[in-house]
Structures are given as C-alpha cells and as structure tokens.
C-alpha cells in the first residue's frame, strides 16, 4: 500500500491564482480530511468526508472547496489564492469499522506558498 | 466542541534526561485519545494511542501515556530522551464515535546531544 499520497510536494501561487492539491489513498478508507499546518497553531481542519459524495466543513474552511467523486481521491480546490492560506497542507483517511477503530493516516503533506 | 491544551510549546532537554509533556482535553463523554509525532521534515505518525482498558499505553520508541479520566488529562512521558526524540508532538482527541480529531498546538522538542 502506498497509504495516503499528496501531490504536489511545495507550490508557490501568486496571490489570485487558484491551484488543486490532489490527495489519494489506497486503502479503501471512507472518512478523508484536510488541514492545514501552521506555525505554533497545530492542525486545523478544513472539510472532511465521510464517504463518496459527502463532504462537510472543518474549523478552517473559507477559501477552500472540495470534491469526493470516488473513494480513492479528495481533492481541494483553492479558487483565488491569498497570502494567509500559505501553509502546510496535510491530508488523512481513516477507516470505519466495528471498533471505530480512528487512527488517522497523513499524507506527507504539500507546502504552499502565496505571494 | 472539544479542545485540546498542550503547554510549554517549546522545550529543550539534553539526552537521557526525561520528557513529560501535558495533554488536557475538554469533553465530558468518552474519548479516544493519541499522540502524533512530526519528525522533522516529515509527516505525522502515531506515537500512541488510547481507546479504552489500561489506562497507561505503551507506544512506540519507548514512549507511554496515562488517561486520568477524572483530571481529563493524557500525558505523555520517556523516562530518557535520545537525540532522535527531537520532533513536534501533537495531542489529539475525539469523542467516541466521532472520527473528527481536534488538536492541540503542539510541542516543539529539541533534544541536545
């Protein structure tokens, strides 16, 4: 398994511009998140889906969207770029079953910088 | 919604010294509770975790934490710190049931050689 996959590593975005950070698992997880990383604030959560078609927002989620088309794949979109969202973006999966068993599995995250 | 205080954010220990980093979460009801480590340059890793039983949980590397449910706190301790050790950690919890985690700000230990 290649576990959770994020590309592209570093992105430098000119203010407006608008850029996909692309976000994969292998392992048939149903529930995906995004957050981003930012100095001394620890993690914040963007949007979240729980499966296929079903995405709802985080603590953070302004400026973002996101789409679930497949299992595999959840995306964010960021429309028009602005400084404050230069961060680390980091992506997790975790699968349900019948121990709810939540560990979560990161991606090794996308550093983005908006100038 | 439930938060997560880690304190002293940055701490710095020489080798063989010990580590003990404090961890309160507000939630009345059943949690589950982790660790995670960011080496540097890296992405997180579950160090421990803590779903129910035994409240002391051995992790990886030599490290542990104890579940005081009536304190709401998870520590997490090494009695002695190697240079490799030095890495962000991250307390996270979610009630039972939830897979939201919520986070806390993190520690930044440096361990010198």
């Known amino acids: 398994n290649a576990g959770v996959t994020q590309t592209p590593k570093f992105r430098i975005l000119k203010i407006g511009q608008s850029m996909t950070l692309q976000c994969a698992q292998d392992?048939?997880?149903?529930?995906m998140y995004w957050y981003r990383q930012d100095p001394g604030m620890g993690l914040k959560l963007i949007y979240y889906?729980?499966?296929?078609?079903?995405?709802d927002k985080g603590e953070v989620p302004n400026g973002y969207n996101v789409s679930r088309s497949t299992t595999e794949d959840f995306p964010l979109r960021l429309e028009l770029a602005a400084p404050s969202q230069t961060s680390v973006y980091f992506c997790?999966?975790?699968?349900?079953?019948?121990?709810?068993?939540?560990?979560?599995?990161f991606g090794p995250g996308t550093r983005l910088t908006v100038l | 919604a439930q938060s997560v205080s880690q304190h002293n954010h940055h701490v710095i220990l020489s080798e063989a010294a010990s580590l003990e980093l404090g961890c309160n979460y507000s939630y009345g009801g059943t949690v589950n509770l982790f660790w995670y480590v960011q080496y540097p340059g890296q992405h997180l890793q579950l160090l421990l975790k803590?779903?129910?039983?035994?409240?002391l949980v051995k992790g990886i590397k030599g490290f542990e934490a104890e579940f005081i449910k009536s304190k709401f706190s998870f520590n997490l301790r090494k009695p002695s710190v190697q240079w490799s050790d030095t890495a962000e950690y991250f307390c996270a919890v979610t009630p039972y049931g939830n897979n939201r985690l919520a986070f806390g700000k993190g520690n930044q230990v440096v361990v010198i050689p």
């Open positions: 997790a999966s975790v699968g349900s079953g019948a121990r709810l068993d939540n560990e979560q599995f």
């Open positions: 803590y779903f129910s039983g035994d409240p």
């Open positions: 889906s729980v499966g296929a078609g079903i995405t």
């Open positions: 392992m048939n997880h149903n529930y």
